[in-house]
């Protein structure tokens, strides 16, 4: 290695310094192993003859040199071999591979999309909590409830409540299913809750609360398919309302406890709407001496200290959308000790990736069983099966056609070019009575055609997710009451919202050229 003499100003002056002159710079032991692999390189290539032993030795170690890259135009060669050895754009293989590539048509590309579904379905984990996962724990009894049919429903023959079934429609699959009950009575609800369904006209059950109301108050797991409308939500209100007055008469709850039942909804609309048939409920029994049941209504865009007010005093029933809640959970506010019902409505959104790992950070805070029900208008089979995996012993009740439409919609489909879908909405509104529902695929569409609507005279409102918690639940309010005669929106308004009266529903879709 060579010495190297310093060449500054400084070591300059000190030229007379014996130490100087005898100065080495440090090599790094990296930079001395390059060196010398280079070294005993160049010294293999001028030898040709055979290297000794420990040459030999030293220089297998080495990586071999590189070969010398194909096609490789010689020194005196032309034009020629720099074009043979040019490599076509990926844009030209990308041409080159479509043009190959069979034709797929739509019905193929639909199957296709489907397999992919049906393999990511299989490939997710269990719906169950951390622990229940880490710790193998598995339960093969559903929960115990105190409720039991009366007697005659109990002594009922299996081939009576059979034919029942079939007269209204009713299809179950299970094991030991509750026989059906045909009267409010027989589910043995507190009077104050008769007189309110009495009062709002309900006398009889409908097919979905005549078999999922027993199979429910019996503590079962279940599967709810039926169409919106179809009275779906007494279902799981009316037991959710009965597990916590029996909670809270066989021991009051604390500050700082609770719920004991959850409602998780895909929208905040939709948890409003919940939470509104709860309390027609619970204001009665109230009135009647009952003990106060207190409800949370856990949603996005508004102020989260009103929420934590009612969760210090103790809460019986949450009815939450997904991302407050898990936000309240995280920030150890509220806690899922107590909690033994759960209910996922409209679940068959657990599909949709971002919903379904709220879903699941949300089953990580159970500490123990709880009975879980999953409610929809459209569940195909294979969500169904996905489903199935939370549940224990689960019994399935369909009174619609999971993942068509019913049978009393009309369905049409109009091809209408780009520029004039705009003026062909506004004929179509002028032919059908209000109210109507537009929905639309983005925020921009929904803002451009209400602004539309409302330069033409049109009484419109719109909703979507970038606007504040406000000013959707006004125009739900407004459109509901008959002020506005037309809704614009996203799918944020979708699922499971009950609005009387609309016999017009239309979809704007921009089909792909």
Known sequence: MAAATASSPA?????NSDDEDNYEEYIPVAKRRAMEADRLRRLRLSKPAPPSSSAAEAASDLPPPPPPPPNQPSAGGGGGGLEASAKPSLLVKATQLKR???????????????????????????LMSVRELAKGITYSDPLKTG????????????AKADELRRKWHILVDGDDVPPPARDFR????????????????IVQPTPIQVQGLPVVLSGRDMIGIAFTGSGKTLVFVLPLIMVALQ??????????????GMIICPSRELAKQTYDVIEQFLVPLKEAGYPEIRPLLCIGGVDMRAQL????????IVVATPGRLKDLLAKKKMNLDNCRYLTLDEADRLVDLGFEDDIREVFDHFKAQRQT????????????????SALVKPVIVNVGRAGAANLDVIQEVEYVKEDARIIYLLECLQKTPPPVLVFCENKADVDYIHEYL????????????GKDQEERENAIEFFKNGKKDVLVATDVASKGLDIPDIQHVITMICLLK
């Not at 739509?106 to 199957?111: D, P, R």
């Not at 007010?309 to 019986?316: A, E, I, N």
Request: aromatic fraction near 4%; charged fraction near 30%; proline fraction near 9%.
């Open 309 to 316: 007010d009612v969760v210090k005093k103790g809460v019986h």
């Open 454 to 465: 409302l330069l033409k005279g049109v009484e419109a409102v719109a909703i979507h997710g």
């Open 147 to 158: 409720w039991k049919p009366p007697l005659r429903l109990r002594r009922m023959p299996r």
């Open 11 to 15: 070591t300059a002056a000190a030229a």
């Open 373 to 388: 029900l999953l409610f929809s208008a459209t569940m195909p089979k294979k969500i169904q099966n996905f489903a199935k």
């Open 100 to 126: 190959a590539a069979p034709e797929v048509t739509h019905t193929e590309q639909l199957i296709m999309q489907e397999k992919e579904m049906i393999e990511h379905l299989s490939d997710r984990k269990t």
């Open 247 to 260: 909670e809270e008469m066989m021991m009051p709850i604390v500050p700082g406890e609770g719920p004991f």
């Open 186 to 201: 027989d589910l043995r609800l507190p009077e104050p809750m008769l007189r309110k369904l009495r009062e709002k006209g």
